[in-house]
């Protein structure tokens, strides 16, 4: 008889881990197959996460997989899923460089990629003093004089959430501001300055961000930027698997589209962590794949009834 995985979660970020470790206390075979590269591991650390609060994400990821190693139904794989199709009595995984692998059920964990800004310094500083997340790297900001890069709803929300954190908050609109007058107002009223200069690099002292940088070389002394970015798929796998994805956010624009019991639209796929969040955080991404392999699990009584 074929061997065949109980599950086969694609990601092992905070999702596919906490997923793997509940499978494998349920005593269901899985495998998860890591590509690696997760999205926060440029992170200084974890923000607001209970017992790992400020850790390295890539600490917290091999403390996860050593977990992992005490539950013998539970495998890891290094490398990449290249793609999967459904066959009689679950999917055919393929997976780079290895033989396909057949499963009954698949979680989608692998997380996803954020479009940032094609501006010259900004790489080198992701993560630290210019972010995506006040939850996750305000406290570190605070007090210091920080600046938005967004327009519109969204910059006057991120402006006016980052101001929880500092009281000398500037909104770079990086171009002819898209504000409403009662928008302009209420940026006023909160202390935040707008900047419409066109946004052209940002300068870095000690490997901290010190500078933001006009197309007319004029500039700015900033300690901390947030950046409004989007969420895009790592890859096309959820697509050819099928599945429906949610109706495009500021923030996501291909979150799969899951029920409350983290099912996709096509029986035997799952999903959980930012790969179908409308909030990425990695405390939530925990919960989602704790709560994902629990669905699998269900899903099995239901079939053996």
């Known amino acids: 008889m074929e061997d065949i ?43 607001g996460l209970l017992g790992f609060d400020g850790v390295p994400p890539a600490q917290l990821y091999a403390q996860g997989r050593r977990e992992l190693t005490r539950y013998p139904d539970v495998a890891v794989c290094d490398g990449d899923v290249t793609g999967a199709v459904a066959v009689e009595g679950g999917f055919t995984v393929e997976l780079a460089g290895r033989s396909d692998v057949r ?13 940032m800004p094609a501006l010259p310094g900004l790489a080198e500083l992701w993560g630290d003093s210019v972010f995506h997340c006040p939850f996750c790297h305000g406290w570190e900001a605070r007090d210091r004089p920080l600046a938005v890069l967004a327009d519109g709803d969204r910059g006057v929300h991120m402006a006016t959430l980052l101001s929880g954190w500092s009281d000398d908050v500037v909104l770079l609109t990086s171009g002819p501001a898209d504000l409403t007058d009662a928008q302009r107002d209420r940026l006023a009223e909160a202390g935040i300055a707008i900047d419409e200069r066109a946004v052209a690099e940002l300068v870095s002292a000690d490997g901290q961000l010190a500078q933001v940088v006009f197309a007319d070389g004029s500039g700015i002394a900033r300690s901390g930027l947030l950046i409004a970015t989007t969420l895009h798929q790592r890859s096309s796998l959820a697509a050819e698997l099928g599945v429906a994805f949610a109706a495009p956010s500021p923030v996501t624009a291909e979150a799969v589209d899951v029920d409350a019991m983290y099912r996709t639209t096509v029986p035997g796929v799952f999903a959980a962590g930012d790969v179908s969040a409308r909030m990425p955080q990695v405390a939530a991404a925990i919960a989602a794949g704790s709560g994902a392999a629990a669905s699998v699990v269900a899903s099995f009584l239901e079939e053996e009834k």
């Not at 269901?28 to 440029?42: C, E, H, I, P, Y």
């Not at 499963?103 to 479009?115: E, Q």
């Open 5 to 47: 995985w109980d599950c086969v979660i694609v990601g092992g970020g905070a999702a596919g881990l906490s997923a793997a470790l509940v499978l494998g206390r349920a005593r269901r075979r899985t495998l998860l197959v890591d590509a690696g590269a997760q999205s926060n591991l440029a992170a200084h650390g974890i923000g």
């Open 103 to 115: 499963t009954r059920r698949i979680l989608l964990a692998m997380g996803m990629r954020y479009d």
